[in-house]
């Protein structure tokens, strides 16, 4: 491992103050997604933590620490951020209301409408017959496509006892088209009650939720839509995806996958 990975993996590592494992880059992810898969085991029957994968990076860094504590600037931001400012950061994440995940969709969902300025583009798109349809059952924020190997990867175990809180923690969010990490949380509480998904893997502009339960078919092509509004970027930049192709997929993916520019 080289130093910069060193030093970022021990920064990260001391920004969230909890158990992590470093992974390093492997041909064959399962000595990870068996880790994952026995954190997962520990913690559904300890409910202190919920494991995630971490794929690291500076930006992400950055962005953890600027949007934990406002006092933080300049270009030696990891190494300087007040940890008080930070844990009273995230407990006032975590105490704050969740419960309004629905409400947020819907904004989301209006600002997607305001961003495409017709509404009559915006149903058309909804109606979109056709697409690739594509189901997901592995993870793919931490591949490196061009090796064929993983990314360096963190597994931590974030001290919370709902998965959905992980963000206080991992405030990847607020930035363009990225939901806010308030927001972030309570869609995420409201998807994980409603179809038991889980943040899975973090980077630093990607998040993926593991599925416990197949979405209902008569949910899917609105959770499509919500899904649309949280992250355009799957549809709008995704090749010959629509709304509808999206729908299909989700009936049997057991992951979602979200990125943003």
Sequence with gaps: MSDQITSLVSAITKFL????????????????????????????????????????????????????????????????YDLDEVTRFRNELLS?????????????????????????????????????????????????????????????????????????YLPMGGWNACPSNSALIAISRLWYEKYGAIPAVISKDTVEYLVDEAVPESECKDLAIKQYAFCPSIIEESDGITISSHAEGLKTSSVWYFWWD
């Design 96 to 168: 704050a209301d969740s419960t309004q995940g629905g409400a947020a969709l819907s904004e989301l969902v209006s600002i997607a409408q305001d961003v495409l300025e017709d509404p009559e583009l915006f149903e058309r798109m909804i109606n979109e017959e056709g697409g690739t349809v594509e189901s997901h059952h592995q993870f793919l924020s931490y591949w490196d496509y061009d090796s064929g190997m993983t990314e360096h990867v963190i597994l931590a175990k974030i001290p919370v006892q709902h998965p959905y809180n992980v963000f206080a």
């Design 17 to 80: 103050g909890c158990p992590c494992t470093y992974f390093a880059p492997m041909v064959d992810d399962e000595p990870l997604m068996e880790a994952y898969r026995q954190a997962l085991e520990e913690s559904a029957e300890l409910k202190t933590f919920v494991p995630v994968i971490i794929v690291p990076s500076e930006t992400l860094l950055d962005t953890l620490v600027m949007n934990s504590d406002e006092t933080a600037n300049g270009d030696d931001i990891p190494e300087k």
